[in-house]
T-cell receptor, first 111, second 114 residues
Framework: ELKVEQNPLFLSMQEGKNYTIYCNYSTTSDRLYWYRQDPGKSLESLFVLLSNGAVKQEGRLMASLDTKARLSTLHITAAVHDLSATYFCAVGRFGNEKLTFGTGTRLTIIP | KAGVTQTPRYLIKTRGQQVTLSCSPISGHRSVSWYQQTPGQGLQFLFEYFSETQRNKGNFPGRFSGRQFSNSRSEMNVSTLELGDSALYLC?????????????FGPGTRLLVL
């Protein structure tokens, strides 16, 4: 059974600092997503990573995928308050829309 | 382009009742998946529909069922509601089943079972 683990579960960081969220998964998968969820809201797609070594960047967020290590990272650069949210990684297989989600990382940016 | 819509947004039911939730995917999207989100279990896959056929099912009891119509709109039904069914129910749509495209999520239906 596919398991997806994220760490840390909770993260408080000061504005302007850098940090990384880690996503490990237990079996071979073909694609990895990162989503953001604000309190009481739905999931917003951030990145889709489809191949080993894939790296995508949007603003202060950068995601990477290492399929051999079964690891994805979400790196936050020079955090700002607007990035406060819960971040989820999710793993899936080609030809199958089922996603297995990680536990989520609740990120709080402190001014 | 309009996003995924879900109705109703909030529901309060009592134990033993049944409920039907509706999801309209983004225009042109043919795959609809349903997820349950709870504080204890996180986000869990319920089922996926494509071309009016259930393609995949998660580990939920038979009380949870769904269907998809020819216009790709989907409904899910929960019968004999239990307190533990209180959750945010999210549906997601994607254009196909290749698995390489982004799944877009709707705003969710928040169900409270009393």
């Amino acid at each position: 059974e596919l398991k997806v683990e994220q760490n840390p579960l909770f993260l408080s960081m000061q504005e302007g600092k850098n940090y990384t969220i880690y996503c490990n998964y237990s079996t071979t998968s073909d694609r990895l997503y990162w989503y953001r969820q604000d309190p009481g809201k739905s999931l917003e797609s951030l990145f889709v990573l489809l191949s080993n070594g894939a790296v995508k960047q949007e603003g202060r967020l950068m995601a990477s995928l290492d399929t051999k290590a079964r690891l994805s990272t979400l790196h936050i650069t020079a955090a700002v308050h607007d990035l406060s949210a819960t971040y989820f990684c999710a793993v899936g297989r080609f030809g199958n829309e089922k996603l297995t989600f990680g536990t989520g990382t609740r990120l709080t940016i402190i001014p | 382009k309009a996003g995924v819509t879900q109705t109703p947004r909030y529901l309060i039911k009592t134990r033993g009742q049944q409920v039907t939730l509706s999801c309209s995917p983004i225009s042109g999207h043919r795959s609809v998946s349903w997820y349950q989100q709870t504080p204890g279990q996180g986000l869990q896959f319920l089922f996926e529909y494509f071309s009016e056929t259930q393609r995949n099912k998660g580990n939920f009891p038979g009380r949870f069922s769904g269907r998809q119509f020819s216009n790709s709109r989907s409904e899910m039904n929960v019968s004999t509601l239990e307190l533990g069914d209180s959750a945010l129910y999210l549906c997601a749509s994607s254009r196909s089943r290749t698995g390489v495209e982004t799944q877009y999520f709707g705003p969710g239906t928040r169900l409270l079972v009393l």
